[in-house]
């Protein structure tokens, strides 16, 4: 991929000779009659080996000194996953929950499922009254916590695979949050848009707001000493002291003084859950998604599977519109499946047959090539009820290494700041996630999502993700992974970057760069980020489709490997982020 002086994108140099994959595609710009959109890129060096790429460069940096301080590409993922729950707390952090998926250098394929638990004492319908659903029961305050995953995820990642012990991963997190960072504008934005929320709890209020119950602006410098006790305090009992523990007994005190539901002993029941990675094919290259709980991995193999039908380069060559009216009559079929059959495998049936080819091909003969068309109701894929995958807001996190390893990590607190709950005295946000439960089944959530029975509330149940790490191999190889934060959008937003990488030949920063579709069905809506071509966005409208416009959808981060044996490293240019390179010292 050439490049001149002036591109946004920074190649950091040449060859890793230890790594010389072949990607299968080209690094072509994207075609003239889509803008392109810049993206912060990076390239590593001849000696370099190590690619990190995060929302936010303190985090980021932190991966790459832990690599160069003698960790893998585990390590480095995981050090940039606990620093973002310090730098970037109103997306991701240790109150929240995780996917975990890892390609291991010698081939093996590892999927750790940190996702969040309902509690013990849950019900079907603790959010309704009088019938009906809440909304603010699921999204704020004490009963919108499930029970945290992510530290349980990352301590399991690094102790079985990585290389580092945990500890050396907190503590310079402890020390950015002792210390204080400034805040960007979108950190500062997202704290004045929840900070009327987070007034309301004593514990949010002392942790991220100014004296008066001002948000910080951009540029102010966020210290969070409580955060920083706790980083340290696990720093030293490890995960004893989260789930069994002092934090433990301290949010199980707060919950009962404040209407809660959740218990020590839920923290104590909690175990992450080693799952059988996805594992489908389209054209040449094999994606690896994540299982159940996940929505995401199943729902983009299907995607893939139905839009394997078509010849979507020549399509795309001819008639951008085109392409994109195939490929969001393909995310509407999919996600009116995942309203009804998705859910948690450990509890409830998700037929794997919804990733069967020969029924993808009977859903793409649906779409109707010149118009959008309703879908009424979810399909039936084949052997519904026997063949189930078993019991055996938002960040993404890539990072890759010399050795083989790759891993992509998406983690999240749900929406913005979660609960917007913070337990005195601990600094640490903690999740709404019980929102991704149907909290009155065929009712929408946050997000607009509908869901079923497959995703009603249940005691130790953990809701349907969106979350959707995945990997790309080329004759057994990684030679990709992206994924995304921003709810459902996270699933079509790796669905597009991986198409316009290898099918439309985009080079990896304008596949993540470039203007996004996103349609889930309900509503029977098509959302366009604004910078698509107006012809392109008239096009689609021709064909019937409703449009809603909007300034950015999801946030993706990326990295593949070129034909010449070079890491380049993408960050999202929607928001400040960093991809960067680095070596291990000797």
Known sequence: MKLA???????????????LLVCGCAQSAAPPKEKKAAASAAASEKTAVCMVASVQPLATEAGVAAFEAGGNAIDAAVA???????????????????????????????????????????????????????????????????????????????????????????????????????????????????????????????????????AYEEGDVLKQPDLARSYRAMAEGGTDWFYRGPYAEKVARWMTDNGGIITAADFASYQPVEREPLKTTYRDWTIVGFPPPSSGGVHVAQMLNMLETFDLKKEYKDNPAQAIHLIAEAMKLAFADRAYWLGDPDEVGVPRGLIDKGYAVALAERIDPKKATAVPSHGEPPAAAEDVFGKKHTTHITAADSDGNWVAITATVNTTFGSKVIVPGTGIVLNNEMDDFSAQ???????????????????????LSSMT??????????????????????????????????????????????????????????????????????????????????????????????????????????????AAAGKRKN
């Not at 002086?5 to 790594?19: D, G, K, N, Q, Y």
């Not at 959530?445 to 995703?455: C, D, S, V, Y």
Request: hydrophobic fraction near 45%.
């Open 80 to 214: 940039t996953a606990v620093t973002l729950g310090v730098v970037d707390n109103h997306n991701s952090g240790l109150g929240g929950g995780c996917f975990i998926l890892i390609h291991l250098a010698d081939g093996t394929l590892v999927a750790i499922d940190g996702r969040e638990e309902a509690p013990a004492a849950a019900t079907r319908d603790m959010f309704l009254r009088d019938g009906e659903a809440v909304p603010e029961l699921s999204q704020t305050g004490p009963l919108a916590i499930g029970i945290p995953g992510a530290f349980a995820a990352y301590d399991l990642a690094v102790s079985k695979y990585g290389k580092l012990p945990i500890k050396e991963l907190l503590l310079p997190a402890a020390k950015i949050a002792e210390d204080g960072f400034p805040i960007d504008r979108i950190y500062a934005g997202k704290l004045s848009a929840s900070a009327k929320t987070l007034d309301k709890f004593a514990g949010s209020r002392g942790a991220l707001l100014q004296a008066d119950g001002g």
């Open 441 to 463: 089944p065929g009712k929408p959530n946050a997000f607009g999502l509908i869901g079923a029975e497959n995703n009603a509330v249940a005691p130790g149940k953990r809701p």
């Open 5 to 19: 002086a002036t591109s946004p994108l920074v190649r950091i140099a040449l060859i890793l000779p230890s790594l």
């Open 469 to 578: 790490p995945t990997i790309v191999l080329k004759d057994g190889k990684p030679v990709m992974t992206v994924g995304a934060a921003g709810g459902p959008k996270i699933i079509t937003s790796v669905l597009l970057a991986i198409l316009r990488r290898l099918d439309f030949d985009q080079s990896l920063a304008d596949a993540v760069g470039s203007p996004r579709i996103h349609q889930q069905w309900m509503p029977d809506v098509l959302t366009v980020e604004k910078k698509m071509p107006d012809e392109i966005v008239k096009e689609l409208e021709k064909r019937g489709h409703k449009i809603d416009l909007i300034d950015s959808g999801a946030v993706a981060q990326a990295i593949e490997i070129d034909e010449k044996g070079q890491f380049i490293g993408v960050h999202d240019p929607r928001v400040p982020g960093k």
